[in-house]
T-cell receptor
Framework: DVKVTQSSRYLVKRTGEKVFLECVQDMDHENMFWYRQDPGLGLRLIYFSYDVKMKEKGDIPEGYSVSREKKERFSLILESASTNQTSMYLC?????????????FGSGTRLTVV | GNSVTQMEGPVTLSEEAFLTINCTYTATGYPSLFWYVQYPGEGLQLLLKATKADDKGSNKGFEATYRKETTSFHLEKGSVQVSDSAVYFCALGKAAGNKLTFGGGTRVLVKP
């Protein structure tokens, strides 16, 4: 089974801190995605990557950046955390651009910014 | 652009009741359709999928049929259990090039 591991289940950070959320997958998938999940808003795509060192903006990229230096790792960076970034963050992977098999998700990181 | 609309919850049922969660979509071309389930405190898991019109996806007693004429992909289960309590997400993706678009999620609570 594909495993997608997010480094922290729960995280509490202070306003203005730089925050790193890590996601690692073990099945050589090309595509990786970061979503945030908020009550009533469902899942919203922040950033995604189809290859190493490649990134594309999703629907809500403001206040975030990403890094993909190695194929298996996709990091989400909150440059200066704010309280409106308190959310559940979900990482997902998929095999490649031709795949129609759906995503594999990590367990999520619940981030609270105080 | 693509969009997915699913019924708002929460849906509260008794054990062994019949469950239906409606999902309709707007998309160009011929997308693939998915249902994901999220159990409390966990990430999303793929429940079932369908890649072309009239396909039926099924898993764990759940079923959904890809209806192109009504642009729908309703999720059904004939007899729910307490363990089916979760949030269910409908999603669509293009057949190739696969950013998924998710619906807002439907919380289901099954009582003993």
């Amino acid at each position: 089974d594909v495993k997608v591991t997010q480094s922290s289940r729960y995280l509490v950070k202070r306003t203005g801190e730089k925050v790193f959320l890590e996601c690692v997958q073990d099945m050589d998938h090309e595509n990786m995605f970061w979503y945030r999940q908020d009550p009533g808003l469902g899942l919203r795509l922040i950033y995604f990557s189809y290859d190493v060192k490649m990134k594309e903006k999703g629907d809500i990229p403001e206040g975030y950046s990403v890094s993909r230096e190695k194929k298996e790792r996709f990091s989400l960076i909150l440059e200066s955390a704010s309280t409106n970034q308190t959310s559940m963050y979900l990482c997902a992977t998929d095999r490649d651009r031709t795949s129609s098999g759906g995503y594999t998700f990590g367990s999520g990181t619940r981030l609270t910014v105080v | 652009g693509n969009s997915v609309t699913q019924m708002e919850g929460p849906v509260t049922l008794s054990e062994e009741a019949f469950l239906t969660i409606n999902c309709t979509y707007t998309a160009t071309g011929y997308p693939s359709l998915f249902w994901y389930v999220q159990y409390p405190g966990e990430g999303l898991q793929l429940l079932l999928k369908a890649t072309k019109a009239d396909d039926k996806g099924s898993n764990k007693g759940f079923e959904a049929t890809y209806r192109k004429e009504t642009t729908s992909f309703h999720l059904e289960k004939g007899s729910v259990q307490v363990s089916d309590s979760a949030v269910y997400f409908c999603a669509l993706g293009k057949a190739a090039g696969n950013k998924l678009t998710f619906g807002g999620g439907t919380r289901v609570l099954v009582k003993p």
